[in-house]
């Protein structure tokens, strides 16, 4: 005789519509009323204004579309566990060499970023390091590659004192090495997942105005390596701002 089977409660799809473009929809009503009070039609015998509601709407309409639209197209091949992490040498922001297999023997958080004027991953680079000493003490490299240049960089840690190696890969070759993509889709989906409550915080962050000088549509990735120099975890961002999360870390360094 069969027992019973307790199913998994189906979650309302209105809640998971909110929870899901819920941040992006508030962010296109609020320009929807900054713009419906100053946009008009005047010239139109009927003198038609555009109405808050129906310029929010328009936007919310055009994003939630190209959002869900995926055009067919090949991906680049994406890095796996328990691949081994592909090696490479290169130069830090003070020109000093580094190159990835002198860390075996030592677990690595190695994280692409965006650019250092993004205030997005100015956010997410202070949230790691702010933990870089208690990751040091349990053994972890923290690396960072941002499409910045050297000397952008620099002005960006300009009297600061950060443990998180730092290293600028204007020409995006260890991007290519690592798969690591660029997507106007994933750009505007981040609208819908916190990116401006992220912008603001950022920005708030920022000792000193740092240049953007990189890809608006670069997406970000985070690959923890083992000892061995074997992939742990490849974890490719679904939308900018979207980051491997400090627990998932955490959980790394307990093993």
């Given at each position: 005789?069969?027992?019973?089977?307790?199913?998994?409660e189906r979650e309302d799809p209105r809640a998971r519509f909110q929870k899901q473009y819920g941040d992006g929809l508030r962010f296109f009503v609020s320009l929807g009323d900054k713009w419906g009070g100053s946009v008009s039609m005047s010239e139109k015998p009927s003198n038609m204004r555009l109405t808050r509601s129906s310029i929010s709407l328009a936007l919310a309409g055009a994003f939630l579309t190209l959002t869900s639209f995926t055009p067919h197209k090949t991906e680049p091949m994406r890095l796996a566990p328990p691949a081994t992490a592909p090696r490479f040498t290169t130069t830090d922001i003070n020109g000093s060499t580094l190159d990835l297999s002198a860390y075996k023997g030592q677990r690595v958080l190695l994280t692409f970023y965006r650019n250092v004027g993004c205030p997005i991953c100015n956010l997410r680079f202070h949230e790691i390091e702010e933990r870089t000493a208690e990751f040091k003490a349990k053994g972890l490299v923290v690396?960072?590659?941002y499409e910045s240049s050297a000397a952008n960089m620099r002005t960006y840690t300009e009297g600061e004192r950060f443990n998180t190696i730092m290293v600028p890969d204007p020409e995006q070759r260890l991007y290519a090495l690592y798969n690591v993509e660029r997507s106007s889709g994933k750009l505007m989906k981040g609208m819908f997942h916190g990116a401006m409550g992220k912008m603001m915080k950022g920005k708030k962050l920022f000792k000193q105005k740092i240049k953007q000088d990189?890809?608006?549509?670069?997406?970000?990735?985070?690959f923890l390596i083992n000892a061995d120099g074997t992939l742990n975890t490849a974890y490719y961002g679904a939308y900018v701002g979207d980051h491997l999360s400090v627990d998932s870390i955490n959980t790394f360094l307990a093993r």
């Open positions: 005789m069969l027992g019973s089977v307790a199913l998994p690396i960072a590659v990189g890809n608006m549509n670069r997406v970000s990735a985070d």
